[in-house]
């Protein structure tokens, strides 16, 4: 996970820096930024874009032993290592669908409230990737890659610059599915299809 270093604070203890992939993550203990160990905390200061808009891009990260002597500095892009067990990225959580919690077959064989929750958790999801509106179109579709690999057939119905809403092939059916519409800035809904 790439980040680009946007201020570095004087003691060297606090680091801001963007997220460069429209992804979430936690941290765990071990966890290094630009190969600095960092506290196993994250959070979001308050800023606005050029447009007044907030930013959802921006972190702040606390260096585990702050003091100056950074590998890097402003500008640079540096990659984000999430900790776990020694091996690099174990604990990465990506806001695309959990696998096998999102799977198509979950869809199916579960009941109609349950399939209602998943539908509500799995646009609650997709819509914490819309978070750059300059990026709407390529998330959208990013989106339904990693939904298509959980096994959902899904094809574009309509789109348009800020709207892209998708479901199973209607000239071929595969049966029951999911159905995703995407509306800029950042609404997502997912609904259930019998069809």
Known sequence: MRFQI??????????????????????????????????PHVTQPRALDEDGVPRRDLFAFELAAPGGGLPWGVGDVVALRLGGGGREDVMEELVRPVEGRFGKTE???????????????????????????????????????????????LWSFDESDDFQAWCPNYENPTGPGIV????????????????
């Open 6 to 39: 946007e201020y570095i604070s004087e003691g060297g203890e606090h680091v801001f820096a963007r997220l460069l992939e429209l992804r979430d993550f936690r941290l765990v203990q071990g966890a290094t930024l630009g190969g600095c160990a960092i506290q």
């Open 107 to 153: 869809f199916v064989v579960a009941g109609p409230a349950s399939r209602s929750a998943l539908c509500r958790e799995l646009a609650t999801l997709l819509a914490q990737r819309l978070k750059e509106p300059s990026a709407f179109g390529a998330t959208a579709t990013a989106c339904i890659k990693e939904l298509r690999a959980l096994g959902h057939d």
């Open 180 to 195: 995703v519409t995407f509306r800029a800035p950042d609404e997502v809904s997912v609904e259930w299809s019998a069809q």
